[in-house]
């Protein structure tokens, strides 16, 4: 087995990553690995990398204008490859560890307003089962503050009406209890009465939100319907599944939730990321003074 083979192996069975994180990762580390070869450096001898070979692949990057948050990300990858390497005695120490990320401008997230969500969620109502479905989709993600993969991991026994919860699995399989509102919980009761037997016909499936062949419905979908929601209702298309997550979190923060609590029910880690919606609340704020106040 190929070192890279050995690392996607302990990416996704160690360290519990998604499938689109562990090909993200390999593809950066292969890329690495094949610029490696043209400097006379084989996969087999991982010792002889140094920062040199780093520095001119992140160069040879630059060149080519790839933007910062991109090189930092191949660098991020390599820098894991090779920690790995060392851990696993292929190589004495990392030394991309010595190596600094370039400081990446850190964008505000994009979050819909309070009437654009209302205008989506509209947008979302009909009697077809799948039409149904999506209305619960949305609600459930505007309610809770669940990413995308949560979503579509979600299986019925997860979801519980009486204690007004869903079970997720996070980054890192991390399991977290997240709340669902009383709309919500009418979407999807109403859901799972009609459209979710109409989509099944008679198949059997474990998964809380299926396709319309039955199947577990996958996070490309969500994204299609959530694009023809946001075009019905006037808004701008470069929403996403994810901009739901943002407003959750954005307007708990307007409305004086206590970070921690939106940390807590975001399920990051680290709360410097949560601290990204105060700026975003205090950004609006902003806003409304400048275009209000007389001698802004």
Same mark, same amino acid.
């Given at each position: =087995?190929?070192?890279?083979?050995?690392?996607? +192996?302990?990416?996704?069975?160690?360290?519990?990553?998604?499938?689109?994180?562990?090909?993200?990762?390999?593809?950066?580390?292969?890329?690495?690995?094949?610029?490696?070869?043209?400097?006379?450096?084989?996969?087999?001898?991982?010792?002889?990398?140094?920062?040199?070979? &780093?520095?001119?692949?992140?160069? =040879?990057?630059?060149?080519?204008?790839?933007?910062?948050?991109?090189?930092?990300?191949?660098?991020?990858?390599i820098r894991s490859y090779l920690r790995y390497l060392a851990r696993e005695g292929a190589i004495e120490s990392n030394p991309a560890l010595t190596m600094s990320r370039a400081r990446r401008p850190r964008r505000l997230p994009r979050a819909l307003g309070r009437d654009e969500v209302t205008s989506l969620l509209g947008a979302a109502g009909g009697d077809s089962p799948l039409a149904i479905r999506d209305r619960a989709i949305l609600e459930l993600?505007?309610?809770?503050?669940?990413?995308?993969?949560?979503?579509?991991?979600?299986?019925?026994?997860?979801?519980?009406?009486?204690?007004?919860?869903?079970?997720?699995?996070?980054?890192?399989?991390?399991?977290?209890?997240?709340?669902?509102?009383?709309?919500?919980?009418?979407?999807?009761?109403?859901?799972?009465?009609?459209?979710?037997?109409?989509?099944?016909?008679?198949?059997?499936?474990?998964?809380?939100?299926?396709?319309?062949?039955?199947?577990?419905?996958?996070?490309?979908?969500?994204?299609?319907? =959530?694009?023809?929601?946001?075009?019905?209702?006037?808004?701008?298309?470069?929403?996403?599944?994810?901009?739901?997550?943002?407003?959750?979190?954005?307007?708990?923060?307007?409305?004086?939730?206590?970070? +921690?609590?939106?940390?807590?029910?975001?399920?990051?880690?680290?709360?410097?990321?949560?601290? &990204?919606?105060?700026?975003?609340?205090?950004?609006?704020?902003? +806003?409304?003074?400048?275009?209000?106040?007389?001698?802004?």
């Open positions: =087995m190929s070192w890279i083979d050995s690392f996607a +192996r302990h990416l996704g069975s160690e360290r519990n990553l998604s499938p689109r994180t562990v090909e993200a990762y390999t593809g950066d580390v292969a890329q690495f690995i094949s610029f490696c070869e043209r400097l006379g450096i084989s996969e087999d001898s991982p010792g002889h990398i140094g920062v040199g070979a &780093i520095r001119k692949f992140l160069s =040879m990057l630059q060149s080519r204008g790839m933007s910062a948050s991109s090189v930092s990300r191949k660098l991020s990858s993600l505007y309610s809770s503050g669940i990413r995308l993969s949560e979503l579509v991991g979600i299986d019925v026994h997860d979801y519980s009406p009486s204690t007004r919860s869903v079970r997720v699995f996070g980054k890192g399989a991390r399991e977290r209890i997240a709340p669902v509102g009383s709309q919500a919980i009418a979407a999807i009761g109403h859901y799972l009465e009609t459209a979710r037997p109409a989509l099944l016909a008679g198949r059997e499936s474990s998964a809380l939100f299926v396709s319309r062949l039955g199947q577990r419905i996958s996070g490309r979908s969500v994204e299609r319907a =959530m694009k023809k929601y946001l075009m019905k209702a006037g808004l701008p298309s470069r929403s996403t599944p994810h901009s739901m997550r943002h407003s959750f979190a954005t307007h708990m923060t307007d409305s004086g939730a206590d970070l +921690r609590a939106v940390q807590e029910l975001l399920g990051h880690s680290d709360i410097s990321t949560t601290q &990204i919606y105060t700026s975003v609340s205090r950004e609006r704020l902003y +806003r409304v003074y400048r275009k209000t106040h007389p001698r802004a």
